[in-house]
């Protein structure tokens, strides 16, 4: 009989597991906490080796052709003359087709929506999983791909095991190709960025929603980073228009009238011409606190944590997707051909734990300009 594994979380780094392991003969069920799903949620993303190794495997190379190119980097100064280039061509695939690409290749039944898990137990032979509507999920193994947010990492981890704020946010937003028009146009086919201390701006395009990456369906995907140090500030950012605190970031759309203002003032305020005019061109910014997590543990018994659920680096490392690609790749690898499924998880923890440690360190080491400095006697994280 086929080993059972519940996957918890099914965004694309549950969804790498799941096809990868329903493909190597093992019985998977995905449950996903959203009643929709995750389509239409993505913009794009840089993608890294294991990403294009992992599409290979299971013949969704077509995802990696669908990307938008920016020629060069462009380095601006406060006025939006261009400071400094540097001819580095990158490609940003589509993450809304990885994400359909990955649902499509995992055969029907596989994926629920609305299941909200709330706990996790194991015992001698299996684990299950109790979800908030009353239901529990038994499986040889249970993997835990929920996120940043994960329910289920204490129960591997430990109840220590929590993000740590950076101490800065990065406000986000997705406009038309159409709004880089007049200083704007600028940033087309270009990756673009403008730096002052504690502040970080950037840019590109992306595919458009449908994935179409021809020019004028397009879509530019900018990200400011900005302090938000302390309780006060970052309540602030991630309150939304209902009085609603949020814990790690806020949709688009949730952001009151009052704050996409400021955020527009601040913007021709502090930034070139360019960004500003993007920035005020979008009409539902949303908002994404920075954090850093590592846990000192992957993996207890028959449950194991696969990627933002265990390890989370800043998004200047661009290593997400392909950490829990990876991630999911090593799971796969061990799980083949080993007879005994605990064995075979405590040697995934062995493979993927100091890699992904280093990555977490990296992505510090990059925001470090952006936070806030320490004060005597407090953690850093």
Same mark, same amino acid.
């Given at each position: ?168 946010? &990065?406000? +986000?937003? %997705?406009? !038309?190709?159409? #709004?880089? *028009?007049?200083? $704007? ?6 990756? /673009? ?73 601040? &913007?021709? +305020?502090? %930034?070139? !011409?360019?960004? #500003?005019? *993007?920035?005020? $061109? ?6 994404? /606190? ?82 806030? #400095? ?8």
């Amino acid at each position: 009989m086929a080993l059972k594994i519940a996957i918890i979380g099914g965004s694309v780094g549950g969804l790498f597991a799941a096809v990868l392991l329903d493909r190597a003969g093992f019985d998977v069920q995905v449950h996903e906490r959203s009643r929709a799903g995750h389509g239409g949620r993505g913009a794009g993303l840089v993608a890294q080796h294991a990403v294009f190794r992992l599409l290979r495997e299971i013949g969704c190379e077509h995802v990696a052709r669908v990307g938008v190119t920016a020629r060069e980097r462009i380095f601006l100064d406060r006025d939006g003359s261009v400071a400094h280039r540097v001819q580095t061509p990158q490609t940003q695939i589509s993450w809304d087709l990885l994400w359909a690409s990955l649902r499509r290749a995992l055969p029907e039944g596989r994926y629920a929506n609305g299941r909200v898990a709330e706990a996790v137990r194991q015992g001698p032979t299996e684990a299950s999983v109790r979800f908030a509507d009353g239901t529990t999920v038994s499986a040889d193994l249970v993997i835990a791909a929920d996120g940043l947010g994960s329910v289920l990492r204490g129960a591997v981890a430990g109840a220590a095991a929590r993000p740590v704020y950076a101490g800065y946010a &990065a406000w +986000r937003g %997705l406009v !038309p190709e159409t #709004a880089l *028009v007049d200083e $704007a146009s600028m940033l087309s086919e270009r990756f /673009a960025f403008y730096q002052t201390p504690g502040s970080q701006t950037l840019g590109y395009l992306v595919p458009g929603a449908d994935g179409s990456v021809k020019a004028g369906h397009r879509r530019y995907n900018w990200v400011w980073y900005r302090p938000a140090d302390g309780e006060a500030a970052l309540a602030a950012a991630l309150t939304d228009r209902d009085g609603r605190r949020h814990d790690h970031s806020l949709p688009p759309g949730a952001m009151s009238d009052p704050a996409v203002d400021r955020l527009r003032r601040d &913007a021709a +305020r502090l %930034l070139p !011409p360019a960004f #500003a005019r *993007v920035i005020g $061109a979008e009409p539902v910014p949303f908002v994404q /606190a920075i954090h850093d997590l590592r846990s000192p543990r992957m993996v207890s018994g028959r449950i194991a944590l696969l990627g933002d659920a265990a390890f989370v680096a800043r998004p200047h490392t661009a290593m997400g997707v392909a950490k829990a690609a990876a991630d999911a790749m090593a799971l796969r690898d061990r799980l083949v051909g080993q007879a005994d499924p605990v064995a075979a998880l405590a040697l995934y923890e062995q493979d993927r734990f100091e890699e992904n440690d280093a990555i977490v360190s990296r992505g510090i080491r990059l925001g470090q300009s952006l936070q806030p #400095a320490v004060p005597e006697g407090r953690s850093a994280g």
